[in-house]
T-cell receptor, first 113, second 115 residues
């Protein structure tokens, strides 16, 4: 089955540590996105990538980094510079030139302990 | 820039009641409009979409019509079920020059349906 896989589902981080969230898709989508969701709020865009080896900052990129070495993969690193990292992180993808809808993974819940 | 304003929740209804969740938007050009649904602890699932004015998206008994004159995309269902309890997000996809088709989301509306 085609889809987007995020791992892990739950992640705990100590203060000062960097952590990497995985996102893999087998939909042959060009574009991939990372969103952050806080309780009772909508989704805010962190980073996005339209093609391999290229990515752009979204609205809240500070304290995060990404890479796009393969079309299928778009990992997100939450660095120690992110002051409030506890949140639900969602990865999404879509075609650059086809239907505009985006498809989402199941999310990773990150908690700082 | 693009923005989506969504009816605030939470909304609590009895089973078989009529549902409306209001959504209005601000965007340049001709965006595509979406409703996504999120069940507890999960990602977002596309519920329905409309890509041009006067289009009606529908799925699982839910409907929404793209109204350009009122910049609205209200979600409706004639008879809700307990299984419809979830958070509903209105979103738009603009396509400004040079950008990917990232979505702009409303703040979400929590719907609880009681038996």
């Amino acid at each position: 089955d085609g889809g987007i896989t995020q791992s892990p589902k739950y992640l705990f981080r100590k203060e000062g540590q960097n952590v990497t969230l995985s996102c893999e898709q087998n939909l042959n989508h060009d574009a991939m996105y990372w969103y952050r969701q806080d309780p009772g709020q909508g989704l805010r865009l962190i980073y996005y990538s339209q093609i391999v080896n290229d990515f752009q900052k979204g609205d809240i990129a500070e304290g995060y980094s990404v890479s796009r070495e393969k079309k299928e993969s778009f990992p997100l690193t939450v660095t120690s510079a992110q002051k409030n990292p506890t949140a639900f992180y969602l990865c999404a993808s879509n075609h650059r030139d086809r239907g505009p809808e985006a498809f989402f993974g199941q999310g990773t819940r990150l908690t700082v302990v | 820039g693009n923005s989506v304003t969504q009816m605030e929740g939470p909304v609590t209804l009895s089973e078989e009641a009529f549902l409306t969740i209001n959504c209005t938007y601000t965007a340049t050009g001709y965006p595509s409009l979406f409703w996504y649904v999120q069940y507890p602890g999960e990602g977002l699932q596309l519920l329905l979409k409309a890509t041009k004015a006067d289009d009606k998206g529908s799925n699982k008994g839910f409907e929404a019509t793209y109204r350009k004159e009122t910049t609205s995309f209200h979600l409706e269902k004639g008879s809700v079920q307990v299984s419809d309890s979830a958070v509903y997000f209105c979103a738009l996809s603009g396509n400004p020059s040079g950008s990917a088709r990232q979505l702009t989301f409303g703040s979400g509306t929590q719907l609880t349906v009681l038996p």
